[in-house]
């Protein structure tokens, strides 16, 4: 039940509407003149199942663009997720290293750390030694000098008794 020059007609009525004269400048004569008339014919049901027609034949594929759409998109979003999972795994990796390398380190200290307190009690030793020992060289010292000095009083002590005393008179 299509006019012959129906879907022309349509675009014609669609491009310019309400446009009673000719598309074309007037000077010029167009070939076409008559479907302008024409136009007016058409009936409304021709327009409904044309534009029925029209999608009918293409509303299926875009509802199935839209559904392949949408599972797309559910799929992206999936995937950003498990990559924001697998991001995550990597910066623990690395966190994880990081720990790694700090128990490590914090193992080196402390042997460092126990070297260096032996060799403090080491040293503390020594010099308890070295106190002691000067202790018993300063008291051997001090009884030598005491000693000297007693000596000493002995001798004046000997030479005042070897002194010749004058004899008392009597």
């Known amino acids: 039940m299509e006019h012959p ?3 022309e007609g349509f675009l014609l009525e669609a491009a310019a509407p309400g446009q009673t004269g000719p598309a074309l400048d007037s000077c010029e004569a167009s070939p ?6 024409d136009l007016a ?3 409304k049901k021709a327009v409904e199942q044309l534009t029925e027609g029209l999608i009918s034949h293409y509303l299926p594929d875009l509802q199935r663009s839209k559904l392949a759409l949408q599972e797309l998109t559910q799929n992206q979003v999936v995937l950003l997720d498990t990559l924001e999972q697998e991001i995550s ?7 994880i290293l990081d720990i790694n390398a ?12 126990v070297n260096i307190r032996k060799e403090m009690m080491m040293l503390h030793e020594k010099t308890s030694k070295l106190k002691k020992r000067a202790l018993k060289l300063q008291q051997k010292k001090q009884k030598e000098e005491l000693e000297r000095e007693q000596q000493r009083e002995k001798e004046l002590e000997r030479e005042k008794q070897l002194t010749a005393k004058p004899a008392r008179r009597t």
């Open 5 to 7: 020059e129906g879907k």
């Open 89 to 95: 795994k990597f910066r623990e990796c690395n966190s």
């Open 102 to 113: 700090l128990f490590s380190e914090a193992k080196h200290y402390h042997s460092k750390l």
């Open 32 to 37: 076409d003149e008559g479907l302008i008339e």
């Open 41 to 43: 014919i058409i009936d």
